[in-house]
C-alpha cells in the first residue's frame, strides 16, 4: 500500500524551530518529487515547498524562504522539513504530498496524488 | 503569489450537476495546462480528482470533469450525490516550480 505518514508536529513557542519527518512507503521513493503542502485551521490549502527525486533542487513558497528547508533521505525513504523563526501564521496541519507525473515542458510535476494524514503545528506562547 | 479566486459556497440537489470555477491569471491558469482539483472531506486529507485541466486518474469517478477557458478553469460534479458534500480546491502550476492553490469551495448537497 502507498503510504506517507508524516511526525513531528507539535507546539513551539514564537521563534522556535521544528522538524517534521515524512516516512513514506509502497513505492519507490526516490523515483518522486515530494512536496509540503499545509492549512491553516479553518482555512484553505497553501503549497509550502517541492524537492527533486534526487533532493539536489528545492523551492519554496515566499511565506517561508529563508526560514524552512526541505530535505529527504532516499535511503531511508524519508522526507523532512526543518522549520525555523516560527510565527503564529505558521500554525497549520501540515502534509506531505507526492508529486503526479511529469511533464518536460515547464519541467514539473502536474498534481498531487497521494497525502499523508498530517502533522499539526501549532505556534504559541 | 496569490490564491486563485474559487466561490465560498456552491450548493445543488442530488442528481443535479454543480459547476465550480477558479480564476487566476496569465502567469499561473493562463499560462500552463496543468489545473488540478481535489476534495477535501471534513477532518481528512485531500484527494486528487483531477490533473492537467481535464484529465481524471485512475478511479475517480466519471463524474467528475474539469475544463478551462482563459484564466479561469472550472470542476463539474454531475449526478450530484450525498458523499459529494465536501470541500474542492483547485491548483495551478504558477511558475519557476511553484504552486498556487484555490481559496476553495464547499458543496452541499441539499
Known amino acids: 500500500e502507498v503510504q506517507l505518514v508524516e511526525s513531528g508536529g507539535g507546539l513551539v513557542q514564537p521563534g522556535g524551530s521544528l522538524r517534521l519527518s515524512c516516512a513514506a512507503s509502497?513505492?519507490?521513493?526516490?523515483?518522486?518529487?515530494m512536496h509540503w503542502v499545509r492549512q491553516a485551521p479553518g482555512k484553505g490549502l497553501v503549497w509550502v515547498s517541492r524537492?527533486?527525486?534526487?533532493?539536489?533542487?528545492?523551492t519554496y513558497a515566499d511565506s517561508v524562504k529563508g526560514r524552512f528547508t526541505i530535505s529527504r533521505d532516499n535511503a531511508k525513504n524519508i522526507l523532512f522539513l526543518q522549520m525555523s523563526s516560527l510565527r503564529a501564521e505558521d500554525t497549520a496541519v501540515y502534509y506531505c504530498v507526492r508529486g503526479f507525473g511529469w511533464i518536460p515542458s515547464p519541467g514539473t510535476t502536474s498534481g498531487f496524488d497521494v497525502w499523508g494524514q498530517g502533522t499539526t503545528v501549532t505556534v504559541s506562547s | 503569489q496569490s490564491a486563485l479566486t474559487q466561490p465560498a459556497s456552491v450548493s445543488g440537489s442530488p442528481g443535479q450537476s454543480i459547476t465550480i470555477s477558479c480564476t487566476g491569471t496569465s502567469t499561473d491558469v493562463g499560462s500552463y495546462n496543468l489545473v488540478s482539483w481535489y476534495q477535501q472531506h471534513p477532518g481528512k486529507a485531500p484527494k486528487f480528482l483531477i490533473y492537467e485541466d481535464n484529465k481524471r486518474p485512475s478511479g475517480v469517478s466519471s463524474r467528475f470533469s474539469g475544463s478551462k477557458s482563459g484564466n479561469t478553469a472550472s470542476l463539474t460534479i454531475s449526478g450530484l450525490q450525498a458523499e459529494d458534500e465536501a470541500d474542492y480546491y483547485c491548483c495551478s502550476y504558477g511558475g519557476s516550480s511553484t504552486f498556487v492553490f484555490g481559496t476553495g469551495t464547499e458543496v452541499t448537497v441539499l
Open positions: 509502497g513505492f519507490s521513493f526516490s523515483g518522486y518529487w
Open positions: 524537492i527533486i527525486n534526487d533532493g539536489s533542487g528545492t
